[in-house]
C-alpha cells in the first residue's frame, strides 16, 4: 500500500511548471470554498462534497449526488431511506421512524460516517461512537445530498473512514419564491413542509419548517411480544441568509433545529419510555474573494448541541438518561485557481468538543450521581490541489495534519486521478487514509478508558464509468477496498473478575459492567455496480448492485473473517420512471438486501428481503402536483436489526407545491 503514497505527491509536482502560466489566465475563477455553494447553472453534474464546487467528472472518489427533483421523486421522508437506495449503504434500525438508526457506508460502522449539513459537520460527542443518528434527519428542505464514499480524512477530519453525506439546503433564485409538501397515510402519519424566502437586492434569505408525526409500530417486532405502538414526533427548522456588501465581501448565516420525541422499548419487550433529541446547528460566516476572484476566502464560526434525555414514566426517578454534546469551530478555508484547470483548496479549523452524560438511579433515596464529563480540542490543517494536466486527466492530492489535546499530531494523505475519455469513458483511481480518534464518551464515561488508541483506516478504490448515446445509458462499476486498524469496542465484566479495567478507576473494589478497548481489527472490500438508461425524455431506469464483504479482522478472534453485523454481503436497486406526454408520471422501486447477521459471532441470522415500492404524480397546475405513493406494498416481513420491528405496507398521498 505505501507505493501507492506516491500518487499524492505525483499531484503536487506534475503542474508546477503551469504555475508560470498564472498571470495569462486572469479570468480563471476560483470555486467557493464551501460545501453548501450554489453548483454552477450550466448543466453539469457539480460535487460540494469536495468543500466546493467541482465538476463530477473531475473527482477521483465515488461519490452519488441526489437533487431536488430525484429526491421528490423517491419520496422518502428520511435521509436515511433515501440514502439506502444508493451504492454501497446499508441502514438498521431499532423499529420504527424516530429510533435509533445506524447507516453504513461500504461496511464501516455508522459512527465513522461524516454529516455535514449546510457546511456544518455535525456529531454528538456524548453519543457512544460519536457520530450521528440519523433517525431525526427527515429531508425537509433539502436540494442536493451528496453521498461520498471512502475514507475522507484528508478535507473532512476525525470521523470521515466509511464516507461523507452532504446535505445542503437551497438559497433562492427569485425575488421571491417558496415550496411546500404535505402528505398522509399509514398509521396516522402526517408530513407538512413549507419554505419561503426571497433574492432581492443584496440580500438572499429562505427558512424553511417541517413537522412529522407518526402512530408508528411496535419499536420490538410482533413475534417477540411487541403489540404497543411506539409514536414519533419531530419538528424542525432551517434557514439561510446572504448579505452581499460587496461584490468581493459578503456575510452569511445558517442555522438548523431540530426537536424530536421517540417512544421506545426496553430490549425484553413493550414499555412506555421514550427519549427527547433536540439538535441545533449554527453558523457565521464571511466570505472574501480577491485576486478577481481567483483567491476566495471563508472565515467562519460553527456550533452544534445535541442534548438527549430519556424518560420511563413507570419508575419513581422518570428521568433514566440524561446527555448533552457541543461543538464549537472556528475554521478558515480558501481557494486558489492556479491556472486554467489547476486549482487548490487549504484551509485551519480548530475545533473543541465537550460532553456530559449521567444516568440517575431509579430510586429517589439514591442522589443523581456526578455526571461524567470531558473535554478534547484538535487543531487541523489542511491542503489539496486538483491539476487537469492534460485534457481530461485531473490529478489530485491532499495532506492534512491533525493536532489532538491527547493524542499529539497525525499526518494524513491521499491521492488519484479521474480521466475522462472523449470515448464516454471515465476512469477513476485514488488512495485515502482515515483516522478517528476515541470519543468523549469512550474516554470519560463510566466505561471509559483513558489509554485507548486512535482507529485508523486506509483504503483504495478503482473504477469506470462508460456513456453510450450522449449519456443517455451509462454503465459503472468500481471495486474497493478498506483497512481498519485498533477498532475500538465494548468489553463487558463479569461480577469475578480481577481485570483492573473492570473497576473503576482508580479504585480495586467498585466494580463496573464493562469498558472499552483497542483489541479490533476489520477487512472490507467490494464492488458497487450503476446503470442508468434514458430512453428519450419518458422513460428512466437506473439500477445499482453492491457486494460488500466487510470481516472482523482480530488477530487470534474466534471470529476472525466472519462478517461483522447488519451488513449484507450483498443488495441492488432498481427503479424505473414513466412520464406521459400530458405531465402524469408513475413509478416503481425494488430493493433487495441478503443475509444477514445480528452479531459477529455470526449465530443469528437475518434472511434476505424485497421491498417494493410504487408511485404516481398528477400535475394539477405548472407548480402544484397531486401524488400517491405505497410503500413495501407486498407486506414483506424482514428484519435489519434482531428483535426489532420494521415497517409493513405503507400507503401516502398528498401534493407539493413550487413557486
Request: net charge neutral.
Amino acid at each position: 500500500m505505501k507505493l501507492l503514497y506516491p500518487i499524492a505527491g505525483l499531484a503536487l509536482i506534475a503542474p508546477a511548471h503551469l504555475f508560470a502560466q498564472t498571470a495569462d489566465h486572469p479570468q480563471v475563477s476560483a470555486p467557493a470554498p464551501d460545501a453548501a455553494a450554489a453548483p454552477d447553472a450550466d448543466g453539469t453534474v457539480v460535487v460540494t462534497a469536495m468543500r466546493g464546487p467541482i465538476a463530477i467528472d473531475r473527482v477521483a472518489a465515488s461519490i452519488t449526488v441526489l437533487d431536488k427533483t430525484a429526491i421528490d421523486r423517491a419520496g422518502d421522508m428520511s435521509v436515511s431511506d433515501l440514502l439506502l437506495r444508493t451504492p454501497g449503504v446499508t441502514m438498521s434500525r431499532n423499529g420504527g421512524y424516530g429510533t435509533a438508526t445506524s447507516l453504513r457506508i461500504r461496511g464501516a460502522e455508522s459512527d465513522q460516517t461524516v454529516v455535514v449539513i449546510d457546511g456544518v459537520k455535525l456529531n454528538d460527542p456524548s453519543a457512544t461512537g460519536g457520530g450521528y443518528n440519523f433517525a431525526n434527519l427527515l429531508t425537509g428542505d433539502a436540494s442536493r445530498i451528496e453521498v461520498l464514499r471512502g475514507p475522507q480524512s484528508i478535507l473532512w477530519g476525525s470521523q470521515a473512514i466509511g464516507g461523507v453525506v452532504n446535505v445542503v439546503t437551497p438559497l433562492p433564485e427569485k425575488p421571491l419564491e417558496g415550496s411546500f409538501d404535505v402528505e398522509a397515510g399509514s398509521r396516522d402519519t402526517v408530513s407538512a413542509r413549507a419554505a419561503i424566502g426571497g433574492n432581492d437586492g443584496p440580500l438572499a434569505w429562505r427558512v424553511g419548517g417541517q413537522t412529522f408525526y407518526t402512530r408508528g409500530i411496535s419499536a420490538i417486532a410482533p413475534d417477540f411480544g411487541g403489540r404497543e405502538l411506539d409514536g414519533y414526533t419531530n419538528r424542525s427548522v432551517t434557514g439561510r441568509a446572504v448579505l452581499t456588501i460587496t461584490p468581493q465581501l459578503s456575510a452569511e448565516l445558517r442555522g438548523y433545529y431540530s426537536n424530536g420525541r421517540t417512544d421506545i422499548d426496553a430490549t425484553t419487550g413493550d414499555s412506555p419510555e421514550y427519549t427527547l433529541n433536540r439538535e441545533f446547528v449554527g453558523y457565521a460566516g464571511i466570505n472574501l474573494a480577491l485576486l478577481d476572484g481567483r483567491f476566495r476566502n471563508r472565515f467562519a464560526y460553527g456550533y452544534t448541541n445535541t442534548n438527549r434525555n430519556n424518560y420511563n414514566p413507570l419508575l419513581p426517578r422518570t428521568l433514566t438518561f440524561d446527555a448533552a454534546g457541543r461543538n464549537q469551530r472556528l475554521e478558515y478555508q480558501g481557494s486558489f485557481a492556479i491556472t486554467q484547470g489547476v486549482d487548490a483548496v487549504f484551509g485551519a479549523e480548530n475545533e473543541v468538543s465537550r460532553f456530559r452524560s449521567v444516568s440517575p438511579s431509579a430510586s429517589l433515596s439514591i442522589p443523581i450521581p456526578a455526571p461524567a464529563r470531558g473535554r478534547a480540542e484538535i487543531t487541523s490543517v489542511y491542503g489539496q490541489l486538483n491539476a487537469e494536466v492534460i485534457s481530461g486527466l485531473t490529478l489530485t492530492g491532499g495532506v492534512r495534519n491533525d493536532d489532538h489535546s491527547r493524542y499529539g499530531g497525525k499526518t494524513l494523505f491521499s491521492g488519484g486521478g479521474v480521466w475522462a475519455l472523449p470515448t464516454g469513458t471515465v476512469l477513476r483511481a485514488s488512495y485515502s487514509e482515515g483516522f478517528k480518534a476515541p470519543t468523549l464518551y469512550q474516554l470519560f464515561s463510566d466505561y471509559g478508558n483513558q489509554a485507548l488508541r486512535p482507529e485508523q483506516a486506509r483504503g483504495w478504490e478503482a473504477g469506470a464509468e462508460q456513456r453510450f448515446l450522449d449519456g443517455h445509458v451509462v454503465l459503472g462499476a468500481t471495486y474497493f477496498e478498506r483497512r481498519s486498524t485498533d477498532l475500538i469496542i465494548y468489553n463487558g465484566c463479569t461480577g469475578t473478575s480481577t481485570n483492573p479495567l473492570c473497576f473503576v478507576p482508580g479504585s480495586t473494589t467498585k466494580r463496573r459492567f464493562g469498558y472499552y478497548q483497542n483489541v479490533s481489527r476489520a477487512f472490507g472490500n467490494g464492488i458497487e455496480a450503476t446503470g442508468h438508461v434514458a430512453l428519450g425524455t419518458r422513460l428512466t431506469i437506473d439500477g445499482n448492485y453492491s457486494w460488500t464483504a466487510s470481516e472482523d479482522r482480530s488477530p487470534g478472534a474466534a471470529t476472525f473473517g466472519r462478517q461483522l453485523p447488519r451488513r449484507p454481503r450483498h443488495a441492488w436497486n432498481a427503479s424505473a420512471n414513466y412520464t406521459l406526454p400530458d405531465g402524469p408520471s408513475f413509478g416503481a422501486a425494488l430493493r433487495w438486501s441478503g443475509d444477514t447477521f445480528d452479531s459477529t459471532s455470526n449465530n443469528i441470522r437475518l434472511a434476505s428481503y424485497t421491498l417494493v415500492d410504487l408511485r404516481a404524480e398528477l400535475p394539477v397546475t405548472a407548480g402544484v402536483r397531486l401524488f400517491v405513493r405505497g410503500e413495501n406494498i407486498f407486506d414483506e416481513k424482514y428484519e435489519t436489526a434482531y428483535r426489532y420491528g420494521t415497517l409493513g405496507r405503507s400507503i401516502y398521498a398528498g401534493f407539493r407545491g413550487r413557486f
